[in-house]
């Protein structure tokens, strides 16, 4: 396995001074075959072999080999730039060719699925191989391999998925986790889960890439194991800002253009707080871009946020040999991605971002603008080489915290539990987290499983529960679709679940356009509510695809709508649609329109979503919120938010999605009637929730004859009181940014 007798990556260079021409093998003694396919080097693999020696992690091969050889566990500290990404997974492949695979071929997980596509197209070039065949993919709703692949990049979650099937994950002799940094749930619970499936299989060979101090509480977590250290690159030279980062948006896109006119080389990165500003930042520089003069070239803005796009663009060459200035956007995600550029030179780094905080006690997100962790400060650091510049829109004093928070302290883990329940069934032991979940959160995900009869009286699942851990939805939405078995809106309720699981396939129009758009808009609205306006929207776009005279893309363009969201709502109910079949539940005919339809989706939504009830306090839009005595407003992109002038506010709806900002905005949202509430709601979910005016309504419909005889005792109550003082009116908790 050592670097010199390698047979899968010779260290030939015959007398050609970079790498040999194709046809100076010939057919004689010097053919050097590819163990991987049998088949001759191309004179591509030389010139990248030599390239990949290059890379920092090349300093450390024997090293590694050793410790993998003699090692179930190994931990490689270092950023993406040192080569880890692309280089040990094809170590392992070696490792594992060289026992024949008898214990299982390679799996190396990411936390972002276009980064797993991009690797495994970029490793499989390195080996001369063919993607799908020796090397392949497997991300949410693609896969591309073979019986003949042995070694798959993969997201984390899909690799946590296959343990539904394979919990001891035997298909696999060496698994890889990296970017284990990243702290995302999935990645969380198979580091966990892995510690008890290593006891099991001795032969399983572990390898997890990290950076520190992500390294050191590795180390304290699963004790004395190797460390492979990755050497960094040499750091860049960094400017701080003095001023706060209060206006930190606008000052960094006058940075941008500010380097540009100083028409130093290199290409610019910049990290904003959210998705929405890189959107926005990408649109402001293209108009500035055709203000600038020709002399100084053409800046070319690229949005890289991770599973929005592609590889990088190629940058295109001048007449007059300037190159054009790629100005790459991105977020907190895009930190320690693979690059396949080495252009970079300017990173601007703003020191914000937003994140989606979950908060149990009201089962809604809230948006919260926070500092970068020192973890990213230095990813961001080292992203352009020893010459580049790094300037931080933050004082060089400031006190930032020194990791990268755990997403599973921070999101609704009712999925994660429900994983791990399902999981207990197949013989695994307790997942050991690094960081356990918050008990307020464990406790709040074990109630709603309760509610939606996921689980048996002793906590285990229930038949019920197994099911809905088989549908690849959240909890809710799986009740959902299995209640729509029993009231024949399958078929409905799967475009309901594709659209909502999708992308917003709502486009945002160019400026000036958003009245145009609102009118295109208007015409999918049914006036049921938003979750029927997406089946409207599905049906529509189903249609256009069966045009003779325009394509469906043209369709999409022409209504502002997202042609790669619909695609994709269109992919996950095929999934979805599968996986009815296989577990042999019920598809019923499609019967949209019809009166009986619509009150059976109306009566499946509620059987998952019977959590997510509001009701109109006063008759303008005020919506005090059930189960936690918050008041929110219908979102203005809604159905009953564009058209309440016509259509009137209902008093009482189902959403679907709440979150806790400046607008506190209910999504996708339609009417309900309190009757069939009653009828769907489990009675101790009802009587568990907290006293209102609007379960008192309830309760008189409950029980008419029960809340007669309360009136009259609060009557004679407020009789006897009434000298004591004034009564004191009921209030409704209004939210405010957390």
Same mark, same amino acid.
């Given at each position: 396995?050592?670097?010199?007798?390698?047979?899968?990556?010779?260290?030939?260079?015959?007398?050609?001074?970079?790498y040999p021409a194709e046809d100076s093998f010939g057919f004689g003694d010097d053919l050097e075959l590819n163990q991987f396919d049998g088949l001759p080097f191309s004179s591509r693999y030389y010139k990248l072999l030599k390239e990949r020696k290059t890379l920092s992690v090349w300093k450390v091969r024997s090293e590694f080999e050793?410790?993998?050889?003699?090692?179930?566990?190994?931990?490689?500290?270092?950023?993406?730039?040192?080569?880890?990404?692309?280089?040990?997974?094809?170590?392992?492949?070696?490792?594992?060719?060289?026992?024949?695979?008898?214990?299982?071929?390679?799996?190396?997980?990411?936390?972002?699925?276009?980064?797993?596509?991009?690797?495994?197209?970029?490793?499989?070039?390195?080996?001369?191989?063919?993607?799908?065949?020796?090397?392949?993919?497997?991300?949410?709703? &693609?896969?591309?391999? *073979?019986? %003949?692949?042995? !070694?798959?990049?993969?997201? +984390?979650?899909? $690799?946590? @998925?296959?343990?539904?099937?394979?919990?001891?994950?035997?298909?696999?002799?060496?698994?890889?986790?990296?970017?284990?940094? &990243?702290?995302?749930? *999935?990645? %969380?619970?198979? !580091?966990?889960?892995?510690? +008890?499936?290593? $006891?099991? @299989?001795?032969?399983?060979?572990?390898?997890?890439?990290?950076?520190?101090?992500?390294?050191?509480?590795?180390?304290?977590?699963?004790?004395?194991?190797?460390?492979?250290?990755?050497?960094?690159?040499?750091?860049?030279?960094?400017?701080?800002?003095?001023?706060?980062?209060?206006?930190?948006?606008?000052?960094?896109?006058?940075?941008?253009?500010?380097?540009?006119?100083?028409?130093?080389?290199?290409?610019?990165?910049?990290?904003?707080?959210?998705?929405?500003?890189?959107?926005?930042?990408?649109?402001?520089?293209?108009?500035?871009?055709?203000?600038?003069?020709?002399?100084?070239?053409?800046?070319?803005?690229?949005?890289?946020?991770?599973?929005?796009?592609?590889?990088?663009?190629?940058?295109?060459?001048?007449?007059?040999?300037?190159?054009?200035?790629?100005?790459?956007?991105?977020?907190?995600?895009?930190?320690?991605?693979?690059?396949?550029?080495?252009?970079?030179?300017?990173?601007?780094?703003?020191?914000?971002?937003?994140?989606?905080?979950?908060?149990?006690?009201?089962?809604?997100?809230?948006?919260?603008?926070?500092?970068?962790?020192?973890?990213?400060?230095?990813?961001?650091?080292?992203?352009?080489?020893?010459?580049?510049?790094?300037?931080?829109?933050?004082?060089?004093?400031?006190?930032?915290?020194?990791?990268?928070?755990?997403?599973?302290?921070?999101?609704?883990?009712?999925?994660?539990?429900?994983?791990?329940?399902?999981?207990?069934?197949?013989?695994?032991?307790?997942?050991?987290?690094?960081?356990?979940?918050?008990?307020?959160?464990?406790?709040?995900?074990?109630?709603?499983?309760?509610?939606?009869?996921?689980?048996?009286?002793?906590?285990?699942?229930?038949?019920?529960?197994?099911?809905?851990?088989?549908?690849?939805?959240?909890?809710?939405?799986?009740?959902?679709?299995?209640?729509?078995?029993?009231?024949?809106?399958?078929?409905?309720?799967?475009?309901?679940?594709?659209?909502?699981?999708?992308?917003?396939?709502?486009?945002?129009?160019?400026?000036?356009?958003?009245?145009?758009?609102?009118?295109?808009?208007?015409?999918?609205?049914?006036?049921?509510?938003?979750?029927?306006?997406?089946?409207?929207?599905?049906?529509?776009?189903?249609?256009?695809?069966?045009?003779?005279?325009?394509?469906?893309?043209?369709?999409?363009?022409?209504?502002?709508?997202?042609?790669?969201?619909?695609?994709?709502?269109?992919?996950?109910?095929?999934?979805?649609?599968?996986?009815?079949?296989?577990?042999?539940?019920?598809?019923?005919?499609?019967?949209?329109?019809?009166?009986?339809?619509?009150?059976?989706?109306?009566?499946?939504?509620?059987?998952?979503?019977?959590?997510?009830?509001?009701?109109?306090?006063?008759?303008?839009?005020?919506?005090?919120?059930?189960?936690?005595?918050?008041?929110?407003?219908?979102?203005?992109?809604?159905?009953?938010?564009?058209?309440?002038?016509?259509?009137?506010?209902?008093?009482?709806?189902?959403?679907?999605?709440?979150?806790?900002?400046?607008?506190?905005?209910?999504?996708?949202?339609?009417?309900?009637?309190?009757?069939?509430?009653?009828?769907?709601?489990?009675?101790?979910?009802?009587?568990?929730?907290?006293?209102?005016?609007?379960?008192?309504?309830?309760?008189?419909?409950?029980?008419?004859?029960?809340?007669?005889?309360?009136?009259?005792?609060?009557?004679?109550?407020?009789?006897?009181?009434?000298?004591?003082?004034?009564?004191?009116?009921?209030?409704?908790?209004?939210?405010?940014?957390?």
């Amino acid at each position: 396995m050592s670097e010199e007798n390698n047979p899968a990556e010779p260290d030939i260079y015959p007398e050609s001074e970079e790498y040999p021409a194709e046809d100076s093998f010939g057919f004689g003694d010097d053919l050097e075959l590819n163990q991987f396919d049998g088949l001759p080097f191309s004179s591509r693999y030389y010139k990248l072999l030599k390239e990949r020696k290059t890379l920092s992690v090349w300093k450390v091969r024997s090293e590694f080999e050793e410790a993998l050889i003699n090692n179930q566990l190994v931990i490689a500290s270092g950023t993406a730039k040192t080569g880890r990404s692309t280089q040990i997974p094809q170590w392992c492949a070696e490792f594992c060719l060289s026992v024949q695979y008898q214990h299982g071929m390679v799996v190396c997980t990411q936390t972002d699925r276009q980064q797993a596509v991009d690797l495994a197209l970029r490793v499989a070039d390195e080996m001369d191989v063919n993607i799908g065949h020796e090397v392949g993919y497997t991300i949410p709703l &693609e896969t591309c391999c *073979s019986s %003949d692949t042995v !070694l798959r990049y993969c997201t +984390d979650d899909m $690799l946590l @998925r296959e343990m539904m099937s394979d919990p001891f994950l035997e298909h696999y002799g060496v698994i890889i986790i990296d970017q284990a940094h &990243e702290r995302t749930v *999935s990645t %969380d619970i198979l !580091l966990g889960l892995l510690k +008890d499936i290593l $006891l099991q @299989r001795p032969e399983l060979r572990v390898v997890v890439l990290a950076i520190p101090p992500m390294t050191d509480k590795l180390l304290s977590h699963y004790g004395s194991i190797p460390l492979i250290s990755l050497e960094a690159s040499s750091p860049a030279e960094v400017v701080h800002s003095n001023s706060g980062n209060k206006d930190y948006f606008y000052s960094a896109l006058r940075l941008v253009l500010e380097i540009h006119r100083t028409k130093e080389d290199g290409d610019v990165v910049v990290f904003f707080a959210s998705a929405e500003e890189v959107h926005c930042a990408h649109s402001i520089l293209q108009k500035e871009g055709t203000r600038l003069g020709a002399e100084l070239g053409q800046m070319v803005p690229v949005v890289l946020c991770p599973g929005q796009g592609g590889q990088l663009p190629v940058l295109t060459e001048q007449p007059d040999s300037e190159r054009s200035r790629r100005v790459f956007l991105s977020t907190q995600k895009g930190e320690d991605m693979w690059w396949p550029t080495e252009s970079v030179n300017f990173v601007i780094d703003t020191g914000v971002q937003k994140k989606m905080v979950y908060n149990p006690r009201i089962r809604a997100n809230s948006e919260v603008l926070r500092p970068i962790s020192q973890c990213q400060a230095d990813l961001r650091k080292q992203l352009c080489g020893p010459t580049g510049k790094c300037f931080c829109l933050y004082p060089e004093d400031s006190q930032l915290p020194a990791e990268t928070s755990p997403q599973i302290l921070e999101s609704n883990i009712t999925p994660t539990v429900l994983f791990l329940k399902r999981i207990e069934i197949a013989g695994l032991g307790q997942c050991d987290f690094i960081d356990r979940p918050d008990p307020e959160g464990l406790m709040q995900a074990l109630e709603e499983l309760d509610y939606l009869a996921a689980l048996d009286d002793d906590g285990n699942l229930s038949e019920i529960g197994i099911i809905m851990s088989e549908i690849p939805l959240d909890p809710q939405m799986a009740k959902a679709l299995l209640a729509s078995c029993e009231f024949d809106c399958v078929s409905e309720m799967l475009t309901i679940a594709a659209m909502l699981s999708a992308p917003s396939c709502f486009r945002e129009p160019p400026a000036g356009m958003t009245h145009e758009a609102v009118q295109c808009h208007r015409k999918f609205q049914h006036p049921e509510g938003d979750h029927f306006t997406l089946i409207n929207i599905y049906n529509a776009f189903k249609q256009s695809q069966r045009e003779q005279y325009f394509s469906a893309e043209k369709w999409c363009q022409d209504y502002f709508l997202d042609h790669s969201a619909l695609k994709m709502a269109e992919a996950i109910r095929s999934e979805l649609t599968d996986t009815l079949n296989r577990i042999e539940l019920p598809i019923s005919e499609p019967s949209f329109g019809t009166k009986t339809n619509t009150h059976n989706i109306k009566r499946a939504l509620l059987a998952g979503f019977f959590m997510q009830i509001a009701r109109d306090v006063d008759g303008s839009g005020n919506y005090f919120i059930l189960t936690h005595k918050h008041v929110a407003h219908v979102h203005p992109l809604s159905s009953y938010g564009a058209q309440s002038h016509k259509l009137g506010l209902p008093e009482w709806v189902v959403f679907h999605d709440y979150t806790l900002s400046e607008n506190n905005c209910m999504r996708t949202v339609s009417e309900i009637s309190p009757q069939v509430f009653i009828q769907m709601a489990p009675l101790y979910f009802f009587y568990n929730l907290p006293p209102s005016e609007s379960k008192d309504i309830l309760q008189d419909m409950l029980d008419p004859d029960g809340s007669r005889k309360r009136k009259d005792e609060k009557q004679k109550t407020t009789t006897i009181n009434g000298s004591c003082g004034a009564v004191v009116p009921q209030t409704y908790d209004r939210c405010v940014i957390q």
